[in-house]
Nanobody, 115 residues
Framework: QEHLVESGGGLVQPGGSLKLSCAASARISIVNTMAWYRQAPGKEREFVAAMPSGGNVRYADFVEGRFTISRNIAKNTVYLEMNSLNAEDTAVYYC?????????WGQGTQVTVSS
């Protein structure tokens, strides 16, 4: 079964940085549209960033230049580099892949921003 595995989350102080990874199983091509979402406690899941198969990278307004989505095709891995983190960024971050079989989600990785 095809899957995505996120990693790189953790506890970071306000103003700090983290780099999340999303490793895709072999049959998932990250050349297709890949995206990051997040879900904070008590809130709905929201869009963070997307890297379409063609076209420009997109970010949510709240990113404000602090996050960068990228991919390493050789490693079949997508990344989300996050800088200048604040408490409002605390959430479970999920990776999503667009595949011929539909959307596939990872299990999520927890990011906690706290002093």
């Amino acid at each position: 079964q095809e899957h995505l595995v996120e990693s790189g989350g953790g506890l970071v102080q306000p103003g700090g940085s983290l780099k999340l990874s999303c490793a895709a199983s072999a049959r998932i091509s990250i050349v297709n549209t890949m995206a990051w979402y997040r879900q904070a406690p008590g809130k709905e899941r929201e869009f963070v960033a997307a890297m379409p198969s063609g076209g420009n990278v997109r970010y949510a307004d709240f990113v404000e230049g602090r996050f960068t989505i990228s991919r390493n095709i050789a490693k079949n891995t997508v990344y989300l580099e996050m800088n200048s983190l604040n408490a409002e960024d605390t959430a479970v971050y999920y990776c999503r892949a667009t595949t011929p079989w539909g959307m596939i989600w990872g299990q999520g990785t927890q990011v906690t921003v706290s002093s």
